[in-house]
């Protein structure tokens, strides 16, 4: 699959205005493009962050979707956003475990590689990283997405709920460690969020 990811930041106190727009507007005009595989909406509500992610089962799908929705973006994301940036992604490890809930939550690990050990990286996830998440309570999904062009990706892990998120920090932070050293990736980012929606279909 394919991910287009946007992320925005902005007043916190207006948060929920762009929660409900991209909820409510945003999915309905998504659920009409061919290739629409699901989306997610995150949150940092403290700081001010939303991250969207929508899926598609093409890169083409991806690119002719977001030639509609370029233009409704910046209406449905104000009057939070400060700062909108936009990344393309491929996914090559989606690992369900269980749906996610709403008030679950989303560690969010930025990594930069060398472009020619991408297969590297995902079969590192795959066979290394991905096992030992699972030995986590509370996992729901693990995920790999990268830019091969740019040799950056991002690793995402969803829990059922914040509790389980904040119980994993420990047990992820050692296969986060052995991952890196295995795929040779930098970790240049590490996050946190509220899941807000998430209904990606991986079959």
Do not use: C
Request: glycine share 8%.
């Amino acid at each position: 699959m394919f991910v287009r990811a946007v992320y925005t930041t902005g007043d916190p106190t207006k948060i929920d205005m762009a929660i409900r727009a991209m909820n409510t507007e945003g999915r309905d005009l998504l659920e009409d493009r061919p290739g629409y595989r699901g989306a997610s909406v995150f949150v940092d509500r403290v700081l001010g962050k939303l991250l969207a992610a929508s899926w598609w089962e093409s890169e083409q799908a991806r690119r002719n979707s977001d030639e509609v929705l370029r233009e409704r973006r910046a209406a449905m994301l104000e009057p939070f956003a400060g700062t909108v940036a936009v990344d393309n992604y491929e996914a090559l490890v989606f690992h369900q475990v269980r749906q996610p809930q709403a008030g679950g939550g989303l560690r969010l690990t930025r990594l930069e590689f060398d472009p020619m050990d991408t297969d590297l990286l995902a079969d590192t996830f795959r066979a290394t990283v991905v096992p030992k998440l699972e030995t986590l309570p509370g996992l729901a999904r693990a995920s790999l997405m990268v830019d091969r062009d740019r040799g950056r990706g991002i690793a995402a892990a969803v829990f059922v709920d914040q509790t389980s998120l904040a119980a994993s920090r420990a047990g992820q932070a050692g296969a986060r460690h052995e991952g890196a050293a295995k795929a040779h990736v930098s970790v240049i980012g590490l996050e946190e969020f509220e899941v807000v929606h998430t209904d990606v279909r991986g079959d």
